[in-house]
């Protein structure tokens, strides 16, 4: 999936940097876009689960509220032989934020701080024993050489997780970004895409490793009504399980993606 965009949609990652400015009209920055991604994923960690699926994925600005976020349905082919199989079918992924720029109606830039945000991501998947993440924390857009605008964050997660889980449980540091580098004539262009979470200070209750994370580095056309790309993805320990002959979670994947925009 397109996680880079955590936090800031490709939209606002690829446009011209500069300060926000509320002062005049707080919807001046508003947009929204939504996309459909068709992805396959080759020994996805933890556990090298490679199957296919379909995620929706959305974001946009509205007011003080800058939003991303997205769904995934796996397996969609519904086949037997998918590592997904017997899996929980969905997953979501929200993470909205909130501009202090926008709610203070000042400018809080500063140095290569474009903007600065209250920050929130929720992370669910189906079942009592599936997926329950809260993230609170600071978000801010940087401006960054040759990248261009970089969406930052440092979480708090409170963690419900997996039915046993009910408290804090360390923290994450996010960073995605969206750089096109190079147009064709007839204005499709290539970009690099991606993004980091690094997760440390987990409780060793909860976990087998304290820290550990992954980063997505990935390598798309785009088009007007689509986009095909690939990405890799880069894991050590990720989401607290210590890697293990067992159990596999840290390594490398390979993700192939066709998209259609609206």
Do not use: C
Not at 167 to 173: E, L, V
């Amino acid at each position: 999936m397109i996680k880079a965009l955590l936090g800031l949609s490709t939209m606002v990652l690829a446009s011209t940097s500069f300060a926000a400015d509320y002062s005049d009209d707080i919807h001046k920055n508003d947009y929204s876009w939504k996309q459909f991604n068709l992805m396959y994923a080759f020994d996805e960690l933890p556990g090298e689960s490679s199957h296919d699926y379909l995620e929706m994925e959305f974001g946009g600005r509205s007011g003080v509220v800058d939003l991303y976020g997205y769904l995934d349905v796996f397996n969609v082919t519904s086949s037997d032989s998918s590592d997904k199989a017997d899996s929980d079918k969905m997953f979501l992924k929200l993470a909205p934020r909130f501009s202090l720029d926008g709610m203070t109606g000042k400018d809080l830039s500063f140095g290569a701080v474009q903007e600065l945000y209250v920050s929130t991501l929720f992370s669910l998947n189906g079942g009592q024993d599936g997926t329950n993440n809260s993230f609170f924390g600071l978000g801010a857009d940087v401006d960054m050489p040759w990248l261009g605008k970089v969406g930052m964050n440092l979480y708090a997660l409170y963690d419900k997780s997996q039915g046993n889980r009910n408290g804090w449980n360390g923290y994450q540091f996010s960073a995605n970004w969206f750089k096109p580098f190079k147009t064709f004539d007839n204005g499709s262009f290539l970009a690099y895409q991606g993004y980091v979470d690094y997760q440390f200070g987990m409780d060793s209750d909860y976990v087998t490793a304290t820290d550990g994370g992954a980063t997505f580095q990935g390598l798309y056309w785009h088009s007007k009504q689509y986009a095909l790309g690939y990405g890799l993805k880069i894991y050590k320990d990720v989401y607290g399980i210590k890697d293990s002959s067992g159990f596999k979670s840290s390594g490398v994947s390979h993700y192939i993606s066709a998209t259609y925009k609206f």
